[in-house]
């Protein structure tokens, strides 16, 4: 693309050492500068993009754009926010792919990875070829991706919802992440439709504050072109988002709630250990996912489906093919006599639908194994330390991620939350070892904070671990000794 072209787009404020100049890529990482690309210099939480122009420019990067004249002979266009230029040279440089791709978003602090299975599985029994943008995984005309972030920094947005157009897809299910939003990710992205899931306290060490975080969701649903929305009014932010979408009345609203006064309640909801049972405003739907929690997230994707005219018979379909979702309330089976699940629930409010969930499975009683990352919100540790207490009959404390933080100090800052006495075991395989040995039949051992991840962020490095390989290990264990 000529130069001049994303100059029109960006309208920059200068443009210093005009050349007439193709642009053949677009990259934000010295890393992937290929010859000819235009480098954004960007500010991030470790380094400047600024101080990199120059390994940029002897990479192959033929412009910059900047928030300041920098001493490096390329033309440089001057922006206000690097940031938010990338995301709009981005949408041009792929040919707003978003416009012709039918994006089902979903955003929320907890239910985002499951609903956007579902709706992956409800637009591909509609036959409308979808791809899927998530934590666990990417999907580009049928080929899986490992997910580097949830929500991709723009240019990798951009350049992945462009090849699943050249690859034959026709929509796709994203989830929608408040960092996506707040640091300008999803800016140059249509959604079709998205959902509202819930919003409970997480990422405070990027938002600072629960208004803060919650502004960043809403974003998504009032500024520029507001897209049709589904919104679940069963949750406190919920029922703000969607009295201020009514009093706007800029878009289509459709408001779901597990109870209550909404457009989509359940005539009736049956929960088993083999899922559940709903009948929902004519539809009778059967989804092998276990708890409550995830009849909420068939609620939202079917009100996401609503809002794009998809067919009953496709979303019945589709949310009965859902067996499972890596990582989330996944059971682990070797034959034991007791269940055991690992589920990515890191927050406290998830944590105690998981164990709300978990509660009305058991036959005995309910065993957790939990912890908190490092480098994260400090504020929910000791919240989290008060809703595996409250939710579980036994409870043990480990090591999450603690990346550069010193894992006894973390257990220590989440301790200050409970209010007896806690099981303590920091090394993590210990205490998963631990749980299962103290399982009996008819108890239910929940795996809880890192579900679908197969690594330990550690101060020293990463290493591998899978919760659900070393509680398989230790079941299997047992079984010999039996």
Same mark, same amino acid.
């Given at each position: 693309?000529?130069?001049?072209?994303?100059?029109?787009?960006?309208?920059?404020?200068?443009?210093?050492?005009?050349?007439?100049?193709?642009?053949?890529?677009?990259?934000?990482?010295?890393?992937?500068?290929?010859?000819?690309?235009?480098?954004?210099?960007?500010?991030?939480?470790?380094?400047?993009?600024?101080?990199?122009?120059?390994?940029?420019?002897?990479?192959?990067?033929?412009?910059?754009?900047?928030?300041?004249?920098?001493?490096?002979?390329?033309?440089?266009?001057?922006?206000?926010?690097?940031?938010?230029?990338?995301?709009?040279?981005?949408?041009?440089?792929?040919?707003?792919?978003?416009?012709?791709?039918?994006?089902?978003?979903?955003?929320?602090?907890?239910?985002?990875?499951?609903?956007?299975?579902?709706?992956?599985?409800?637009?591909?029994?509609?036959?409308?070829?979808?791809?899927?943008?998530?934590?666990?995984?990417? &999907?580009?005309?049928?080929?899986?991706?490992?997910?580097?972030?949830?929500?991709?920094?723009?240019?990798?947005?951009?350049?992945?919802?462009?090849?699943?157009?050249?690859?034959?897809?026709?929509?796709?299910?994203?989830?929608?992440?408040?960092?996506?939003?707040?640091?300008?990710?999803? =800016?140059?992205?249509?959604?079709?439709?998205?959902?509202?899931?819930?919003?409970?306290?997480?990422?405070?060490?990027?938002?600072?504050?629960?208004?803060?975080?919650?502004?960043?969701?809403?974003?998504?649903?009032?500024?520029?072109?507001?897209?049709?929305? /589904?919104?679940?009014?069963?949750?406190?932010?919920?029922?703000?988002?969607?009295?201020?979408?009514?009093?706007?009345?800029?878009?289509?609203?459709?408001?779901?709630?597990?109870?209550?006064?909404?457009?989509?309640?359940?005539?009736?909801?049956?929960?088993?250990?083999?899922?559940?049972?709903?009948?929902?405003?004519?539809?009778?739907?059967?989804?092998?996912?276990?708890?409550?929690?995830?009849?909420?997230?068939?609620?939202?994707?079917?009100?996401?489906?609503?809002?794009?005219?998809?067919?009953?018979?496709?979303?019945?379909?589709?949310?009965?093919?859902?067996?499972?979702?890596?990582?989330?309330?996944?059971?682990?089976?070797?034959?034991?006599?007791?269940?055991?699940?690992?589920?990515?629930?890191?927050?406290?409010? /998830?944590?105690?639908?998981?164990?709300?969930?978990?509660?009305?499975?058991?036959?005995?009683?309910?065993?957790?194994?939990?912890?908190?990352?490092?480098?994260?919100?400090?504020?929910?540790?000791?919240?989290?330390?008060?809703?595996?207490?409250?939710? =579980?009959?036994?409870?043990?404390?480990?090591?999450?991620?603690?990346?550069?933080?010193?894992?006894?100090?973390?257990?220590?800052?989440?301790?200050?939350?409970?209010?007896?006495?806690?099981?303590?075991?920091?090394? &993590?395989?210990?205490?998963?070892?631990?749980?299962?040995?103290?399982?009996?039949?008819?108890?239910?051992?929940?795996?809880?904070?890192?579900?679908?991840?197969?690594?330990?962020?550690?101060?020293?490095?990463?290493?591998?671990?899978?919760? &659900?390989?070393?509680?398989?290990?230790?079941?299997?264990?047992?079984?010999?000794?039996?």
């Amino acid at each position: 693309m000529d130069l001049e072209r994303l100059i029109g787009a960006l309208a920059p404020a200068e443009v210093l050492n005009p050349t007439a100049v193709d642009v053949v890529d677009l990259a934000y990482d010295t890393r992937s500068v290929a010859p000819g690309a235009l480098f954004f210099c960007v500010r991030g939480q470790r380094r400047d993009g600024h101080e990199l122009a120059t390994d940029a420019v002897e990479a192959g990067a033929v412009a910059l754009v900047v928030d300041h004249a920098l001493d490096v002979a390329v033309p440089q266009l001057v922006v206000p926010d690097t940031r938010a230029a990338m995301a709009q040279a981005a949408a041009e440089f792929f040919g707003h792919p978003s416009q012709e791709l039918t994006i089902a978003g979903v955003t929320g602090t907890n239910g985002k990875t499951t609903t956007t299975f579902l709706l992956f599985a409800i637009l591909a029994a509609a036959a409308r070829r979808p791809g899927l943008l998530g934590t666990v995984e990417v &999907r580009v005309g049928g080929e899986r991706r490992p997910a580097l972030r949830t929500t991709p920094e723009a240019i990798d947005l951009q350049r992945t919802l462009r090849e699943m157009l050249d690859a034959g897809d026709r929509s796709c299910a994203m989830e929608a992440t408040s960092h996506g939003s707040e640091l300008g990710r999803l =800016s140059g992205t249509r959604f079709a439709a998205i959902a509202f899931t819930n919003l409970s306290q997480d990422h405070l060490d990027l938002h600072g504050t629960m208004e803060r975080y919650f502004d960043a969701k809403r974003r998504l649903f009032v500024e520029g072109e507001p897209p049709p929305a /589904a919104v679940n009014v069963g949750d406190e932010y919920g029922r703000r988002l969607a009295d201020e979408l009514r009093r706007l009345d800029r878009a289509p609203l459709l408001t779901f709630a597990y109870e209550g006064e909404a457009d989509l309640v359940p005539d009736s909801v049956e929960l088993s250990p083999c899922g559940a049972r709903i009948g929902l405003d004519g539809l009778e739907l059967e989804s092998p996912l276990l708890g409550r929690f995830n009849v909420e997230n068939v609620l939202a994707a079917v009100a996401v489906a609503r809002l794009l005219e998809i067919p009953d018979d496709a979303i019945a379909q589709g949310i009965a093919s859902v067996r499972g979702v890596p990582g989330r309330f996944e059971a682990v089976d070797e034959g034991q006599p007791f269940l055991v699940v690992v589920d990515y629930s890191h927050k406290p409010d /998830a944590l105690q639908s998981a164990l709300a969930a978990a509660r009305g499975l058991a036959e005995g009683r309910v065993i957790c194994v939990f912890g908190c990352a490092g480098d994260r919100d400090r504020g929910k540790r000791p919240l989290m330390a008060r809703a595996a207490e409250e939710g =579980s009959d036994v409870a043990i404390l480990t090591s999450d991620n603690p990346r550069s933080e010193d894992p006894e100090a973390i257990v220590r800052e989440v301790l200050t939350g409970a209010s007896g006495d806690m099981a303590v075991e920091v090394d &993590r395989r210990k205490a998963i070892e631990r749980a299962i040995e103290l399982a009996q039949p008819g108890d239910f051992v929940l795996v809880a904070g890192k579900g679908h991840e197969t690594y330990q962020e550690l101060r020293d490095g990463t290493i591998s671990f899978d919760d &659900r390989e070393v509680a398989r290990e230790a079941l299997r264990r047992q079984r010999a000794k039996a």
